[in-house]
């Protein structure tokens, strides 16, 4: 399944409002409907709707993608390069896997940061490591959907700051 949501009309870049590009990888589509004792009973949709929610009243925009395919992950990532501010990334399983996704992070040289419901850490052996750890700015892990916007709120905060910070035309 592939989902798609803005929280703002789109428009060409430049942008004065920032865009932050959610993906959520293999599964994750099935939020809500099984597992809650691991992955709590919110739905992807809820938490894309609080992305948007909390995104808006920071005069920032969200566009949300699942995948449950590997190649339309990277495709995504690839397609934010010069049009998104950062990303925020629950990779799924291909966290464990995926160089191809840390690749693609690294193609496109925005600040990602990493998200997980789940502590990964206090899990199976195999679900510790991250593929894509080194190419995040950092990692949010165990909170449910709060890890979610925990994270928005890092990459928010971050755009922010390489705003305030970027000289400015004379
Ligand atoms: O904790 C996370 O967010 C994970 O990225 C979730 C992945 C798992 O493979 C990672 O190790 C940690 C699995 C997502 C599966 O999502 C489901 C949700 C509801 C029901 C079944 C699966």
Known sequence: MSTRRRG?????????????????????????????????????????AE???????????VESLQSNHEGALI?????ARGRCDALVINPGAYTHT???IRDALDAVD?????????????????????RIAARCVG???GFGAQSYYLGLDAALTIVERRRAERPRDV
């Open 8 to 48: 703002a009309t789109a428009t060409a870049r430049p942008r004065a409002e920032p865009l932050i590009l959610v993906l959520h990888g293999p599964n994750l589509n099935l939020l809500g409907t099984r597992d809650p004792l691991i992955y709590g009973t919110t739905t992807l949709a809820d938490i894309d």
């Open 51 to 61: 992305l948007v929610r909390l995104a808006g009243a920071r005069g920032a925009a």
């Open 75 to 79: 495709d995504a990532i690839h397609g």
């Open 98 to 100: 995926s160089i191809a």
């Open 110 to 130: 925005l600040p990602a940061v990493e998200v997980h419901l789940s502590n990964i850490h206090a899990r199976e052996e195999f679900r510790r490591e991250s």
């Open 139 to 141: 990692q949010i892990c």
